[in-house]
């Protein structure tokens, strides 16, 4: 699963013009096998879940072209932005080490998408401490969330991280 805080979810709905009901899966533990006390979980009517990029049947990504490309490469979500490497930052900011993803490991994607030789260590480091920063602020909402006494479903998540979960009028790529 490629996880999605609800920055990632902004970029991506800018960008495609979708709504966030259709970019979005929220996933169970069965799906995940998590630790389910880990952070990240969203407590909704009927259980725990993780909000991630929604995939095709085939279980790829939904914005994976045939010609294994991605059609929202300038909007990708930061997890993208890193792939292959998890990225491990000290407290001033200085990159402490390095791990291999466990998006990797799993083989959950197929994209064609990775960091690569590329990448600059300022690079690195800029989308590491942008993830260490969206990931911190997404995770403060949902502590809001929940806490709660009242639980909801999906679109109620959506909703509250302030994502409306109406039809787009301006669908401006094709994902299938
Ligand atoms: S970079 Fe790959 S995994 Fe990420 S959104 Fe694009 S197609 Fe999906």
Redesign the pocket.
Known sequence: M?ELTHHDLHRLLEHTGMPADSLVTLYSNTELNDDIDDDGWIRLSYGKRKMG?RKKRDGT?M??SPQLQ?V??EA??IA?RLFPIDVILGDDNEIIDLELSDVVVEKF?K?K?FYGKTGSHSRLLNSASQSRDETDSYWKRLIQWNKLPEKGRKRDFLDFIQFKTGKSRNRKIRTN
């Open positions: 490629i990029l990504c914005f994976l991605c929202a490469y990708r979500p993208c994607v994209c998408h």
